[in-house]
């Protein structure tokens, strides 16, 4: 049957509003939808399949008339043929083999639709998206796309409004769905492989409508590889009744949940996957499924801050859906579906918000789901079922939930959220015209007009890294041909950076600023070769919000705030990034850069020995291992030689011939100066040290993004467990360096413990009932622990001259534990710092941590562990406020520094008191020499090495309350255990790949693991 009660919206317009056609496309209204949601009676349904959703569906209410049936095809299967029941049915997951198996099927089966593979995962698996639209549509999608292109880069038709409105009319946008990224939200497989037969088959003119007028593509399955792990588990629970069953200990090959925190570093696969998606077919909105809240929070709206770069137009655009979505659902009578909630909008890392930041629209919803398809019996808590203005249906206290009501929920949603956008296909494709122009002209509107780096920045090698990932979220990169002069805005002094509360420090550097001066505006050269980000370009968008500066007022209302607040690329990979206002800098003779962006390498002069400046470049790391046999020495002092000048711990390499070093000095961007003779300098050897990756059995979440930049950068290492070293007695014959990551679960006693041991066995292993348990690691048992023995062991380890690495978390373990004698951790009381970058300052430069840094490194923070140090054992003693406390002087006569004076006898001389600042540990008092039994011998004290700095100067991006609490600690701390160290970070140095800056001093201290007291000087007690 025809669509008779179907008015397309823009001949609606047409025929009742014409005096509306003179104002543009925009200004339009957007169009409500007059057709009647359900079933084309002249259709007939597909009786079994609408029976079991019914019966599988716990109560009437939740379903919709858009999900309460199937329509019946004599050629096209139904989910039913691959799942062996229909979507939703309790006891059915499939793997994502058997999700492609339909959708392949369905494309041989209809001209509707057609499928796509868009790549692999890490472990090799396929990604797919699935085309579905009317058969004329599904025939011109390239002609459509070459269209859509037009209007993404209004450069290519001159910004000519009339040429975009023809083709705006000509053109059906795209409305791209992804599904399951998060592995343990199940439920969205089987609900788009229904929602796609649904799209292909129903002649409903609901339905119809959104088949004529928009193209509905979608990615099933994101996180493939965690998808079939899923499956596995979820098939051993019902394999295994009455039983526990192991938790997804592994998503992905590297990240569980966090591969919904990529879009900015766009290291794991499917972000890359997705992206080129979403570029390539020039879509309008990426709507990803989720699954944590009942019944569904459309979270498009969610909650501010908003990100501050997007597009005004694109908040508009999501209250137009989200406030839609919930009306519509509202109507069919659906409790607990909202729009507004906790979830705020300033992080652009999630997955959707690859959209928000390509002139698309971002959307998301969060359904209900009982992680796996049984049918349960779920109780919610007071603040979930309660009605609020914003959700004036909750969700009901008590209820059976089924997988099938989980499958409606999202089916309903997306098909009311399709036919609004495709009853209103002309606006949205206009609007995404306008965001994209809009885009370009912010180099001159709001601006900046440019970021520049510049051609003489010490790390060419980081430079290019940040500059190919640019790239790879579409920003056009160029180069100067020449140099250019710009002007700059002046430097604003800096005051109370630390947030309230901050300016608190026991010293200041420097004088206080005067703010009434004010800056000067300041001309800035930049060398020929300079590589040129211009704004006036379509993703300008995504360039800005990851180059610019992030502030979280510490007195914002958000007070539940959702991820990290600031990100800053530049600060945080230690690159130098110029925000260039003045637009005289797209003028500067440049040319675009074709291909990716390399560091430029190769070697100069002839002689033996080769010289390599440490200028922390992580290619120095690669270049150590391609080379294990190589003898390479570090210098403990800056020096010059070939002409040049190189820091304290650069490369001097024999052994490793001229040509093999000059093909890696150009694939990997450094230059070596190959001399005669090496320069006169102390060294030491700067080994190829043999690296073990511990992880627990509780999360292996934070140190999947240490282990996935070491394979990118190549850096050998033996994956192992808490539990292989509970059993290996003899880890130092292995191993020199075990880098023990943060966020290992729980506390120090958890780390030791492992999990409960009540129940049965939770084994992660491959079986031929789990074959996905694979290319990770695996035990019989996630449950036990670290163990006392494992902790003999690691601390044999140490004190045999092995080196742990340990960050956040794990380091106020290894403190707990006695492995960082006067190293003391204590949590921060009123400090507030939310993933954000923070400055640190060089403490002890000559440590080998340090060589190839320059000074006011940003490092990332999140509520990090605060660390104090002493030179007694068992603690005490700390430096500065709060440390060794009884050196201020008691109540009595005179002012603070006039001391009290007994009366009735002549007054003592006061001896002086031993002062440190909070960094340093406090000098030692003749009382505790007397009989030294807890004083540890100088060469065996905790060393600091890098501290945060201080209140005024201490946010670099993000928020930061009270940061007096943080500043001036101790940020990495050398710590001396036997004959082998511990080196603990209160910062994260490996982050989501945004802290590309830092991983150096992890590398340093591996490479030195056998040297980490170089340039060290001792106290002389
Ligand atoms: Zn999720």
Request: charged letters at 20%.
């Amino acid at each position: 049957m025809t669509a008779v009660c179907y008015i397309p919206p823009m001949r609606l317009l047409r025929s009742f509003l014409p005096a509306i056609l003179a104002l543009p496309l925009a200004a339009q209204p957007s169009a409500t939808i007059t057709l009647k949601p359900g079933r084309d009676p002249g259709q007939a349904i597909d009786e079994e399949y609408t029976r079991k959703i019914r019966e599988y569906t716990t109560e009437t209410f939740f379903n919709s008339p858009l999900t309460d049936y199937l329509p019946a095809s004599k050629t096209v299967p139904t989910p039913k043929v691959v799942l062996g029941d229909i979507s939703g049915a309790p006891g059915i997951l499939p793997y994502s083999t058997e999700v492609y198996k339909y959708m392949r099927m369905l494309e041989a089966a209809t001209p509707r639709v057609k499928v796509f593979s868009i790549g692999k995962t890490e472990e090799g698996r396929e990604m797919i998206a699935v085309a579905v639209a009317s058969e004329k549509l599904i025939a011109q999608l390239d002609e459509n796309r070459a269209r859509l292109a037009q209007l993404a880069d209004p450069r290519r038709i001159h910004f000519d409004d009339a040429e975009a409105d023809r083709l705006v009319a000509a053109s059906t946008p795209i409305y791209y769905i992804t599904g399951t990224i998060h592995s343990t939200e199940t439920g969205a497989p089987t609900a788009l492989m229904e929602l796609a037969y649904r799209l292909a088959v129903d002649d409903s003119a609901y339905v119809k409508a959104i088949r004529d007028n928009v193209i509905t593509l979608i990615t099933p399955v994101v996180e493939v590889d965690g998808r079939d792990r899923m499956v596995d588990i979820y098939r051993w629970h019902l394999a295994h009744p009455g039983q526990n069953w192991p938790s997804l200990i592994y998503w992905g090959h590297y990240v569980a949940h966090d591969n919904n925190r990529d879009s900015m570093g766009l290291t794991l696969a499917l972000t890359r996957n997705v992206l080129n998606t979403f570029v390539g077919w020039k879509a309008q909105v990426l709507h990803d499924l989720h699954e944590s809240v009942p019944y569904l929070y459309d979270n498009t709206v969610g909650d501010g801050p908003y990100n501050a770069w997007i597009d005004p137009m694109l908040a508009d655009e999501w209250e137009m859906m989200g406030w839609n979505n919930v009306a519509e659902m509202q109507k069919f009578g659906m409790p607990g579906v909202f729009t507004h909630g906790t979830f705020d909008t300033w992080s652009p890392s999630y997955l959707m918000f690859i959209a928000a930041t390509h002139n698309g629209i971002s959307r998301l919803y969060e359904t209900f789901g009982n992680g796996g398809a049984d049918t349960e019996e779920r109780t919610l808590r007071p603040n979930e079922y309660a009605r609020t203005w914003f959700k004036q249906n909750p969700p009901l206290p008590k209820a059976k939930w089924s997988q099938r009501d989980n499958n409606n929920y999202e089916e309903t949603g997306l098909l009311t959220g399709l036919a609004y956008f495709s009853a209103n296909n002309k606006l949205f494709l206009h609007n995404f015209y306008l965001k994209s122009k809009r885009s370009i002209l912010k180099a001159k509107t709001e601006g900046p007009a440019a970021y520049v780096f510049t051609a003489d920045d010490p790390r060419p090698g980081a430079q290019a890294d940040l500059l190919r990932m640019l790239q790879d979220q579409g920003c056009e990169i160029s180069r100067a041909k020449e140099p250019f002069t710009v002007t700059m805005p002046g430097k604003k002094p800096r005051a109370g950076r630390g947030g309230r509360g901050g300016a608190n420090d026991a010293t200041t550097d420097g004088e206080a600023p005067k703010p009434e001066e004010k800056p000067k505006p300041e001309p800035r050269t930049f060398p020929a070769g300079s590589y040129i980000l211009r704004m006036d370009q379509p993703y300008s968008r995504i360039a800005d919000t990851l180059l610019d500066y992030q502030y979280w007022a510490p007195n914002d209302p958000q007070k539940s705030i959702y991820d990290d607040t600031g990100w800053t690329f530049g600060e945080l990979g230690n690159v130098q990034v110029a925000r260039v206002t003045d637009v005289k800098v797209l003028d500067a003779p440049m040319s675009m850069v074709d291909g990716a962006v390399t560091a430029p390498g190769g070697i100069e002069g002839t002689g033996s020995v080769y010289l390599v400046n440490h200028n922390a470049d992580s290619a120095l790391m690669t270049l150590r291992y391609r080379f294990p046999a190589g003898d390479f020495q570090a210098s403990e002092e800056p020096f010059e030689a070939a002409g040049k000048k190189f820091n304290r711990g650069s490369f001097m390499i024999r052994g490793v011939g001229a040509s093999d070093l000059g093909q890696s000095a150009h694939e990997l961007g450094f230059r070596a100066y190959a001399v005669d003779a090496a320069p006169a300098v102390k060294t030491h050897p700067l080994r190829a040290a043999r690296i073990a990756i511990m992880h627990t059995w509780m999360n292996t979440q934070a140190e999947g993004w240490w282990r996935l930049e070491f394979d990118r950068l190549k850096i050998p290492y033996t994956y192992i467990s808490t539990q292989t070293v509970a059993k290996d007695a003899d880890l130092r014959s292995k191993y020199d360096v075990i880098v023990f990551g943060p966020g290992a679960g729980g506390n120090a006693q958890a780390i030791v413990n492992g999990r409960p041991m009540f129940g049965n066995p939770l084994p992660w292993k491959v079986t031929p009932e789990t074959p996905n348990l694979a290319h990770t690691d695996e035990t019989d048992d996630m449950r036990p622990g670290l163990g006392f023995t494992g902790l003999d062991h690691l601390q044999e380890f140490v004190a045999k001259g092995g080196l742990l690495i340990t960050a956040s978390d794990t380091a106020t373990f290894a403190v707990t534990f006695g492995f960082a004698p006067g190293v003391s951790t204590s949590p921060a009381r009123n400090l507030k710092v939310t993933g954000s970058a923070v400055r640190s300052k060089i403490v002890d430069g000559a440590s080998p941590i340090l060589y190839g840094y320059s000074d006011n490194l940003a490092i990332f923070a999140s509520n990090p562990p605060l660390f104090g140090v002493s030179n007694m054992a068992g603690g005490g003693g700390g430096g500065g406020r709060g440390g060794g406390g009884g050196n201020q002087r008691a109540t009595g006569r005179g002012t603070e520094d006039d001391p009290d004076i007994p009366q009735g006898r002549l007054p003592a001389e006061i001896p002086e008191e031993p002062h440190a600042q909070p960094w340093e540990a406090t000098p030692l008092t003749d009382e505790q020499l007397r009989n030294p039994v807890n004083v540890i011998p100088p060469a065996a004290r905790p060393r600091v090495v890098l501290r945060y700095a201080n209140s005024a100067d201490l946010l670099v991006s993000g928020l930061l309350d009270n940061g007096g609490e943080l500043a001036q600690h101790p940020a990495v701390v050398d710590a001396t255990l036997g004959r082998g160290h511990v080196v603990l970070f209160s910062n994260n140095p490996f982050w989501r790949a945004e802290t590309k800056g830092s991983y150096f001093l992890v590398f340093n201290a591996i490479l030195n693991f056998d040297n980490l007291s170089a340039g060290r000087k001792l106290a002389s007690r």
